[in-house]
């Protein structure tokens, strides 16, 4: 059973990189700093209905660690960092009161919170208010591209694992 736990989450771990590196090499048609898909949220919105708490921590930190290094770009850890960390504390108290039949609601709160964490990594970095300007665009696109990824996430539990054990109970080995 030491196995699968350990292979399951390195898995989507690996999937959720993967999806990072693909988005990557999409030119972003919208010019704001921060704002972007955030497919590999689809990865981390499941797990966190899916998993314990801590093993949801390892795959996101894992996933922003290799993907800062793998994408060459170290400066995206701290806001990607604070950002995933602002999500996952919101999500995962989150998961007790919304269903996971209802998915796509958690997951754009997440992108929410993790576009407040983006922001107040930036004033922390630069010590500036003026960073905050992007604020409501980072607000609204957040709230599109986590209704977006919560929709892939509940179309991919409904039918990729439809005979799996249930979304939001945890399995006996992990």
């Not at 972007?36 to 921590?57: E, F, W």
């Amino acid at each position: 059973m030491r196995t699968k736990k350990l292979a399951e989450p390195a898995l989507l771990a690996t999937i959720a990189l993967t999806i990072f590196m693909v988005e990557l090499r999409i030119p972003n048609p919208i010019p704001i700093p921060g704002v972007k898909l955030g497919l590999a949220n689809i990865v981390t919105v499941y797990a966190v209905y899916r998993y314990r708490p801590g093993d949801v921590l390892l795959l996101v930190l894992t996933r922003i660690i290799l993907g800062a290094i793998f994408g060459g770009n170290l400066m995206a850890l701290l806001y990607s960092l604070s950002g995933g960390l602002l999500c996952l504390c919101g999500m995962i108290p989150l998961r007790h009161v919304i269903p996971a039949q209802m998915l796509w609601a958690a997951s754009v709160l997440g992108a929410v919170l993790h576009n407040v964490g983006q922001i107040l990594a930036a004033f922390a970095v630069t010590g500036t208010s003026g960073i905050f300007i992007y604020f409501p665009f980072l607000l609204v696109s957040g709230c599109c591209t986590g209704l977006f990824t919560g929709l892939c996430a509940q179309f991919l539990v409904k039918r990729v694992f439809p005979a799996a054990q249930p979304v939001g109970t945890y399995p006996q080995s992990i």
